[in-house]
């Protein structure tokens, strides 16, 4: 059974940093696209970034050059450095895999983590 489990969120002042982290788990044969995406009360599920097997990466408008992705290929991890916190990146944080597992390509997410950027 695959599990995806997210750590690190917290509380944070403005302008702090953050690092979140997901471990994947559970009959894995392989993993491509894994990311972050982010819902905030009232808003839709948002991407906040993704990375390739390769190491592409791809962030959403809002945290371009505050934000970095990546993982580890070996250990079935991905993480996510949040610098430059704002008020507005207060959200629940999900990981989610494209993994292959059983001779099947699925979408898996993460229970999510509470991250609280206030003063």
């Known amino acids: 059974q695959v599990q995806l489990v997210e750590s690190g969120g917290g509380l944070v002042q403005p302008g702090g940093s953050l690092r979140l982290s997901c471990a994947a788990s559970?009959?894995?044969?392989?993993?491509?696209?894994m990311g972050w995406y982010r819902q905030a009360p009232g808003k839709e599920r948002e991407l906040v970034a993704d990375i390739s097997s390769g190491g592409s990466t791809n962030y959403g408008d809002s945290v371009k050059g505050r934000f970095a992705i990546s993982r580890d290929n070996a250990q079935h991890m991905v993480y996510l450095q949040m610098n430059s916190l704002k008020p507005e990146d207060t959200a629940v944080y999900y990981c989610k895999g494209e993994i292959l597992s059983r001779g099947r390509w699925s979408n898996y997410w993460g229970q999510g983590t509470q991250v609280t950027v206030s003063s």
């Open positions: 559970g009959g894995i044969y392989s993993i491509n696209v």
